[in-house]
């Protein structure tokens, strides 16, 4: 059984930073891909980044190198550093895991969900 527990959120100011985790347990977490999706109040859910079994990372064009995903192997842990937020960054904060071989931006492709975590950016 797979199970995901973010952490990480909070309120901060407007310019601030933010790191998110998310914990992951599982026989085969290496070979996850993990991904990041966000979902504002009123909102679909969006993907933001993705990391791939190897490492490689990908981001959503509209980050603007705000944000970066990274994982670590050893410690079972999926992070997001968050710079220079923003108000319209405030949502629910999701990493999810998919087992298969393709990673996607996709929220459909993956498998495996946390709870989320809050993020409030005020101005």
């Known amino acids: 059984q797979v199970q995901l527990v973010e952490s990480g959120g909070g309120s901060v100011q407007a310019g601030g930073s933010l790191r998110l985790s998310c914990a992951v347990s599982?026989?085969?977490?290496?070979?996850?891909?993990m991904g990041w999706f966000r979902q504002g109040a009123g909102t679909k859910r969006e993907w933001l980044s993705y990391?791939?079994?190897?490492?490689?990372?990908r981001h959503v064009g509209f980050l603007e190198g705000r944000f970066t995903a990274s994982r670590e192997n050893a410690e079972n842990t999926l992070y997001l550093q968050m710079d220079s937020l923003k108000p319209e960054d405030t949502a629910m904060y999701y990493c999810?895991?998919?087992?298969?071989?393709?990673?996607?931006?996709?929220?459909?492709?993956?498998?495996?969900w946390g709870q989320g975590t809050q993020v409030t950016v005020s101005s």
């Open positions: 599982g026989p085969t977490y290496t070979s996850y891909c």
């Open positions: 999810a895991a998919d087992d298969g071989s393709m990673c996607s931006a996709s929220s459909d492709q993956y498998t495996y």
């Open positions: 990391v791939t079994s190897t490492g490689t990372t």
